[in-house]
């Protein structure tokens, strides 16, 4: 058993990492194009998980786990869990290598239902595929506007079935958002640990307080100890682990417990401003309470370990 990464997979999410910092500010959150998901899918991103006959890169979910966290650490404003670690394995060979395909797997509320290309719907115990053209969205408001969320109906005549395991689908997407999770809880607290270095009171930064340090440390101990809870789901995945179910709850539980707990101290140390849409704090704020209660909270996947535990 290596959970460790090569060379190649380091390679990798440097590439997609620098790709991001120069298409992906906080700015291009605010306001998202579809630049940076054309660059990523030019990279192969998208399709990572996809057979080499389907188009795809004919890679596993230990090579998509660090993406998903750079995607997380940058607030990608596209659907990069619900193409990549979930659609593109089950219907590559229908769509164009660049498509943006959501699904409803994660929750009634479809995040950007409305700026799809495809949609992966769950049908009774099946799944079918229908075109972001034939979907009919009634667009709803979060409280992570860049999400584009909303509910989706549409007419049987439009969609086409999908053959593949939905237990297997739902599990990727809770392990891919978990890895987002992580990526971002560690722009919260990285974003924290630059303003309370530069943030002073009584002459001093507000960062050589001792409780500061203790919020930040809680922080950081919590996100060290989730993220190899969830590249430990990336392989029990990629190998096709009887463990598969119990991993990747255990990732998506602890992922959205450390997100929200970053987000708390992270917010606290910021003061009100943190909250507020001139900051870019909230972005990644957000986006984690959204994300944390998307496909399980950690409560639901607790008790999924427990069933698995038989306990």
């Not at 340090?213 to 996100?223: E, V």
């Not at 997100?259 to 507020?276: E, P, S, V």
């Amino acid at each position: 058993m290596r959970f460790s990464f090569d060379d190649d997979q380091l390679t990798f999410r440097d590439a997609v990492r620098d790709l991001l910092v120069k298409e992906c500010s906080p700015d291009a959150v605010r306001e998202p194009t579809r630049a940076v998901w054309d660059a990523l899918a030019e990279m192969g991103v998208p399709t990572l998980l996809a057979t080499e006959a389907a188009g795809g890169m004919g890679l596993d979910e230990r090579w998509l786990v660090l993406l998903l966290e750079e995607a997380g650490y940058a607030g990608l404003p596209h659907p990069i869990v619900e193409t990549a670690a979930v659609a593109m394995p089950l219907v590559a060979e229908r769509v164009d290598a660049a498509a943006m395909i959501t699904t409803d797997l994660g929750g009634p509320i479809v995040p950007w239902a409305s700026e799809a290309t495809h949609l992966l719907l769950a049908d009774g115990p099946g799944l079918v595929l229908v075109a972001g053209r034939d979907a009919v969205v009634e667009e709803v408001d979060t409280v992570d506007r860049a999400r584009f969320a909303g509910r989706v109906a549409w007419e049987p005549g439009v969609a086409i079935g999908v053959a593949g395991d939905r237990d297997l689908a739902f599990d990727r997407g809770a392990w891919g958002t978990a890895a987002f999770l992580i990526g971002l809880g560690q722009r919260m607290l990285d974003l924290t640990v630059a303003y309370v270095n530069e943030r002073e009171q009584f002459g001093v930064p507000i960062g050589s307080f001792q409780a500061v340090k203790h919020h930040l440390a809680d922080a950081a101990l919590q996100l060290a100890f989730a993220r190899p809870a969830v590249h430990r789901a990336a392989w029990s995945l990629a190998t096709k682990s009887p463990d598969r179910t119990r991993d990747v709850s255990m990732a998506k539980a602890m992922a959205s417990d450390a997100a929200l707990l970053t987000g708390r101290k992270a917010l606290q140390c910021h003061g009100a401003i943190g909250y507020t849409e001139e900051a870019d704090l909230h972005l990644f704020l957000k986006r984690s309470w959204a994300l944390a209660r998307s496909w399980g909270d950690a409560s639901w996947h607790r008790d999924r370990i427990g069933a698995a535990l038989g306990i």
